[in-house]
């Protein structure tokens, strides 16, 4: 039973997002996912996701590659996720590469490309285009 686990924000839920977390869960068995709080992406970016986190927990505990869902709440506690999480294999987008690396002690941490030219960002920008 091999334990995936990734994070992200997942504002704004785009076909990008639905694909990194197919990936992941084909890495293994059992997919958790960490939802970024909206206190963690204010201070990270000064501005508040478009959805809240209690909406993208539940976007994402819908979507049937993923088993579990919790709440992430600081970038400082990643290590303490994956062990309380028991996690066998950390997944993040190839935008983070290398930025992870110092997981690697305790489990196996895979940077998977991103889907080209989508992003949350850019969805904002072209709604709000006139
Ligand atoms: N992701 C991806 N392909 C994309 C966009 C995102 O694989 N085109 C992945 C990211 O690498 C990350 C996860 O989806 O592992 C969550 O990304 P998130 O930052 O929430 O989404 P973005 O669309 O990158 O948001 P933003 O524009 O606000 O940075």
Redesign the pocket.
Known sequence: MRRII???????F????L???ERARQLGDYLLVGV?TDEMNFSK?QRFPIYSQDERMEIIRSIRFVDEVFLEESLELKRYYLQTYRADIL??????LGKFDEFKDICEVHY?????????????EKIRLP
């Open positions: 990734t994070f992200g924000t997942f504002d704004v785009h076909v990008g997002h694909r990194i977390l970024s970016k997944v993040m987008g190839n935008d983070w998977l490309p991103r889907t080209p030219s989508i992003s949350t960002t850019a969805v904002i």
